[in-house]
T-cell receptor, first 115, second 114 residues
Framework: AQSVTQLDSHVSVSEGTPVLLRCNYS??????LFWYVQHPNKGLQLLLK??????LVKGINGFEAEFKKSETSFHLTKPSAHMSDAAEYFC?????????????FGRGTSLIVHP | ETGVTQTPRHLVMGMTNKKSLKCEQH?????MYWYKQSAKKPLELMFV???????ENNSVPSRFSPECPNSSHLFLHLHTLQPEDSALYLC?????????????FGSGTRLTVV
């Protein structure tokens, strides 16, 4: 069985400072891992994905994530926060189920960016 | 636009009504998903279809009835809902081969049961 733990429900940063959103996962097999972002009243947008290629994954809008198997972590980072980054972020682990890949979502981390 | 379109965007229905949510994708994906997103709760997977066949039913009450007539369309038929069913219902699709390339989401239907 797979699971995802997002360690912080809220993260607050100042504009221009680094962002770190933490995610730990458990998975029976080699998982696929994703980060999604959701702006208010919008659907979810894919930021980046790890699917057994390079462990450091670059995504859109300057976000990166590093897959660390020994730590079962997939933390999301950005060197410098922008006001437009304020949103809800979801870490997702995906394994193949009976017929399809089944994504399991974390509870989400709300990123607050102060001017 | 993500390529996954959900209609309607907002829906208010009484507990005795029958309504349907629609999801349509023109991305050539073969798998489609329904999720429920409630306040202060994680996204809950409801149903998964792969090549029109239902492959997952996550213990969803029978008042929610999915239908997938083809790989591009997915419906969620609703009847005799409860106020706690009020939530954002999200549809997603993916192209599944040997690897998992990610999921494309629609903007959701905001459902309010009164």
């Amino acid at each position: 069985a797979q699971s995802v733990t997002q360690l912080d429900s809220h993260v607050s940063v100042s504009e221009g400072t680094p962002v770190l959103l933490r995610c730990n996962y458990s998975s029976s097999y080699s998982p696929s891992l994703f980060w999604y972002v959701q702006h208010p009243n919008k659907g979810l947008q894919l930021l980046l994905k790890y699917t057994s290629a390079a462990t450091l994954v670059k995504g859109i809008n300057g976000f990166e994530a590093e897959f660390k198997k020994s730590e079962t972590s997939f933390h999301l980072t950005k060197p410098s926060a922008h006001m437009s980054d304020a949103a809800e972020y979801f870490c997702v682990v995906s394994e193949r189920g009976r017929g399809s890949y089944i994504p399991t979502f974390g509870r989400g981390t709300s990123l607050i960016v102060h001017p | 636009e993500t390529g996954v379109t959900q209609t309607p965007r907002h829906l208010v229905m009484g507990m005795t009504n029958k309504k349907s949510l629609k999801c349509e994708q023109h991305l050539g994906h073969n798998a489609m998903y329904w999720y429920k997103q409630s306040a202060k709760k994680p996204l809950e997977l409801m149903f998964v279809y792969n090549f029109k066949e239902q492959t997952e039913n996550n213990s969803v009450p029978s008042r929610f009835s999915p239908e997938c007539p083809n790989s591009s369309h997915l419906f969620l038929h609703l009847h005799t809902l409860q106020p706690e069913d009020s939530a954002l219902y999200l549809c997603a699709s993916s192209q599944e081969r040997d690897d998992n390339y990610g999921y494309t989401f629609g903007s959701g239907t905001r459902l309010t049961v009164v």
